[in-house]
């Protein structure tokens, strides 16, 4: 008997992060009907509502500004590798996007003067970063995207529904399947267009500060579909990232906006200064980008001056009380309450596998280059170049998201709804019913195998890389994809069955950390956030674009010229 759930739309939207949730409205807005899904609860899952402080747009409040300067910083920041087109689209609409908010009962953060109060972020040259408060910038932009897309007739929201498979037919999409997280039955989707914002893959990493969602699933689905991936080699890590005393409560990106807003100062394990031996300034203004401040500190660690738990402190002693209490607010609470007194200890700093630069490559409409396949958010490669400017993933979200579902929509209505086939359904449909039978009994559990893969990402493809370990990485991670996960050990349940998600989680995002792996071996230099210890010099014969394709079942790749 065939359980397949199946169901119809205009625009399929998966992922219901602010990326997604913007695809939709815009979808919706353009004349579509639109289903948005979400493994996870629409709106409450993905890295958009953890974003703490800082989304940048060149508004000219606080000084100045024209989105032309910011997308000078934001080439600046991708050492020669971003895509111009791509950029200026970010830089050029995120202001529309922030006063889009504020209409929409977003409550940035004001001057005195009523203007909106912006900030400086590391690598701007302006103060253009916007923000709610101190941690919850994130949390208010995707309330207000729920509220706008739960009234909305023409949005469909489906929760708890993991996608696994986009359909095609003759190179064109007509639609997806996944599954419904709460009783494993297969999902089937006619549409017209797919917009895939379903993320990152940082949870690929044993420390990351993404939530528990973001396995590379999109990367896989969309080489599996026949799109390309471009820049996968840059993967960001947050220099800041919290490492000791232990602390419950914070999220491990807490440094950064404390850093921003208070200037806190960097030293080694003696006590010292260290960034002016790598170039870089240590001021109030705190402009170090990410990949310069990461560098410095993991060769801090490296040369054996690092701190007890093997990073740098982070001290703000120098900083009166009052001063620490008047711009931390409540958040001075928490961390009392975890025994960290900021008057009298440093905390200890290292970085933290954080946002994906590279992914798929789209165009500048957000197409890919399968037809009725698009893209946003943390899943688009080419913006970013080689190194995210901070304050540019909220934008990133809301301005591709918005540009991707106005175009899904238009290509939908233009093409009408395509027939269903189920022919071409039938191999993505099969997977589904084989792995929720309990297959694999007395094989490794998937969750062993996530916990293998996080460690070895990890140490093997983290913030430094050697062709040694690169190759060592890539190996396994291949055996893993071809013997280990097809005899991985699924449970048989129904209900909520964790094991299943996970199962899929490895099948798509094995494909991502090869990609990955392969992608980081092939580029023999060090350039933004990709850095191998054996090629230390960044080489002018590699300042071009690395894509990724999967032809034949076997990933390929190749070195081509940038593209405006």
């Not at 947050?238 to 960097?266: C, F, I, Q, S």
């Not at 093997?460 to 060592?472: I, P, T």
């Amino acid at each position: 008997m065939d359980d397949t759930i199946h169901l119809e739309t205009d625009v399929l939207v998966a992922g219901g992060g602010a990326a997604g949730m913007f695809a939709a409205i815009a979808a919706a807005r353009g004349g579509a009907q639109v289903t948005l899904i979400d493994k996870n609860v629409v709106g409450r899952g993905g890295a958009s509502i953890m974003a703490q402080m800082t989304c940048a747009a060149a508004l000219g409040e606080a000084e100045p500004d024209d989105p032309q300067v910011h997308l000078a910083d934001t080439l600046a920041a991708g050492r020669g590798l971003c895509n111009e087109r791509l950029a200026a689209l970010l830089c050029e609409g995120a202001p529309a996007r922030i006063r889009e908010l504020e209409g929409w009962k977003v409550n940035w953060a004001r001057a005195d003067d009523g203007s909106i109060n912006q900030v400086k972020a590391p690598g701007h040259s302006r103060r253009r970063c916007v923000y709610v408060d101190f941690l919850s910038t994130g949390a208010a932009i995707c309330a207000a995207l729920r509220n706008k897309v739960s009234r909305d007739g023409d949005i469909r929201r489906l929760s708890n529904v993991s996608l696994t498979d986009v359909v095609t037919r003759d190179g064109e999409v007509i639609g997806a399947v996944g599954f419904d997280v709460a009783t494993s039955l297969p999902v089937a989707v006619a549409a017209s267009a797919v917009v895939l914002c379903l993320g990152g893959m940082t949870k690929m990493f044993a420390r990351t500060t993404s939530p528990n969602n973001l396995a590379g699933e999109g990367l896989g689905i969309a080489l599996h579909a026949g799109a390309r991936v471009i820049d996968i080699e840059f993967l960001q890590f947050y220099p800041n990232g919290h490492l000791a005393p232990r602390m419950v409560g914070l999220d491990p990106t807490t440094w950064e906006p404390t850093r921003v807003k208070l200037g806190g100062r960097l030293l080694n394990g003696k006590g010292e200064e260290f960034l002016h031996n790598y170039g870089e300034a240590q001021d109030a203004g705190y402009s170090t980008a990410r990949d310069a401040l990461t560098y410095a500190i993991y060769k801090e660690v490296a040369d054996g001056r690092g701190s007890p738990h093997g990073g740098v402190y982070l001290s703000f002693q120098h900083l009166d009380e009052r001063v620490l209490t008047a711009a931390l607010g409540p958040v001075i609470d928490i961390f009392r309450r975890n025994n960290i007194d900021l008057t009298r200890q440093p905390v200890e700093v290292f970085p933290i596998a954080h946002y994906q630069m590279g992914g798929i490559e789209v165009d500048g409409d957000m197409a890919s280059c399968v037809g009725g396949l698009y893209a946003a958010g943390e899943l688009v490669g080419g913006a970013n170049g080689a190194n995210r400017l901070s304050g540019n993933a909220l934008p990133e979200a809301m301005v591709f998201g918005a540009r991707a579902g106005e175009t899904a929509a238009r290509f939908a209505v233009r093409r009408g709804k395509p027939a269903w086939d189920n022919d071409a359904a039938r191999p993505h449909l099969e997977p589904i019913h084989a792995a929720h039978g309990g297959n694999g009994a007395g094989g490794v559990s998937p969750l062993a195998l996530m916990r293998e893969l996080k460690e070895l990402m990890w140490r093997n493809v983290g913030a430094f890389r050697s062709g040694d370990k690169l190759a060592q990485a890539l190996d396994r991670i291949r055996a893993m994809r071809a013997r280990d996960l097809p005899h991985a050990c699924v449970g048989a349940g129904r209900i909520h069955n964790a094991s299943l998600v996970e199962w899929f989680e490895l099948r798509s995002g094995l494909r991502a950390a090869e990609a990955l792996a392969l992608a980081a071996l092939h580029r023999r230099e060090s350039r933004g956030a990709h850095q191998r210890d054996d090629f230390p010099e960044t080489r002018g014969a590699y300042a071009t674009n690395q894509r990724i394709w999967l032809a034949g079942g076997e990933l390929r790749s190749s070195f081509e010229e940038l593209r405006a």
